[in-house]
């Protein structure tokens, strides 16, 4: 199993006859040719994906030690929107989500978090909303739940029937899976609250994360009560 020339990649620790790639986060068995080749795929596509070149006029909307967010409207430049569409396009394959288009592209705004390693690492998609249902609590798995009755359950029940007023609606959030639990999500919610609005500062209320996943449900509940 020789990687192909093109590709540097850095394995991780082996476990279990399965191994983490440490440049994309895939997580394969290097001992199958189906995985090696899936692999070698999502890698490069991945990497040509998230890859940030600079571009000329960027909407630099916060800085930080460790990278920036940019904002990206429909209207801007071709070489922009299309890299918010080709990230996007990433996070969606990721989320399951099957070529779902946004309810209104022409306003959607996209926060995308550039590393200093010149990578877009973080994104998030908002849109306007008007009102919003509140995700509520859920109950613990049970030992007789399969897991795959339990995610169905915490999609289908994760909301109140009474809507709330909400203003910043999150359609997408997703941050590279090597680079999670280092705040940038939580930067970027930050980020949208305080530039959704020109000149006003949106309150955790007003913000709405749309059919969050399980990572998605843990990391809102965690951020709207802090
Ligand atoms: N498990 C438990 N708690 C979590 C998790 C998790 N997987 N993710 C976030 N949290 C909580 C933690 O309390 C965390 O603080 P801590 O690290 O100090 O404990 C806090 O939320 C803040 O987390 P961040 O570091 O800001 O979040 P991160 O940058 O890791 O991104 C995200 C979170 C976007 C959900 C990421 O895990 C991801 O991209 N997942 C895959 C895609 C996805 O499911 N996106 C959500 C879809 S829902 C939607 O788009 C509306
Ligand atoms: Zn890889």
Known sequence: KQAPDQLIIDAGQKQFGATACASC???????S???NFQHT???QRLLDSIKFVGWKKERVVAEFWDGKIILVL???PKYATKKAEEVRKLADNELGFQQVSLSCPSKAKTYLFVNSDKMVVGCLITEHIRQAFRVLE???????MTKADFMEHHRAWCCST???TAICGVSRIWVFSLMRRQGIATRLVDTARNTFMYGSHLTKTEIAF???T?????FATKYCET
Do not use: C, N, V, W
Request: cysteine-free; hydrophobic content about 20%.
């Open 138 to 144: 859920q109950p613990e798995r049970t030992k007789d």
């Open 41 to 43: 795929q999502f890698h």
């Open 214 to 218: 399980p990572d998605g449900k843990l």
């Open 33 to 35: 040719l189906e995985d």
């Open 210 to 212: 749309s059919d969050p």
């Open 162 to 164: 009474s809507p709330e």
């Open 25 to 31: 986060g895939m997580i394969y068995s290097a001992d």
């Open 74 to 76: 429909p209207e801007d």
